[in-house]
């Protein structure tokens, strides 16, 4: 997972808004910015096609704490 510091470099970079923002609200703009879907935390039963997303390893762990 990234930090706070890495995420908000790249919302900067992609003149991404982060302001009132959760982590994952964060990355799923980025995720949009970078022309993805915004999946972030949202893969069911650890099941994640997007096997070169920057995101995947945080976004299985996050998923299996939301369900």
């Known amino acids: ?3 706070q ?7 900067k970079k992609y003149h991404v808004s982060h302001s009132g923002l959760s982590n ?3 990355i799923r ?3 949009q910015s970078e022309g993805n879907f915004d999946c972030y935390a ?3 039963d650890g099941v994640c096609d ?5 995101w ?11 369900h």
């Not at 510091?5 to 919302?11: G, P, S």
Request: hydrophobic share 40%; glycine share 6%; net charge neutral.
């Open 56 to 66: 995947r390893d945080g976004c299985l762990t996050e998923s299996a704490g939301c």
């Open 42 to 44: 949202r893969a069911v």
């Open 5 to 11: 510091k890495e995420l908000l470099k790249l919302a």
């Open 1 to 3: 997972m990234m930090t």
């Open 24 to 26: 994952i609200e964060l």
């Open 29 to 31: 703009k980025l995720q």
């Open 50 to 54: 997007q096997s070169e997303c920057l």
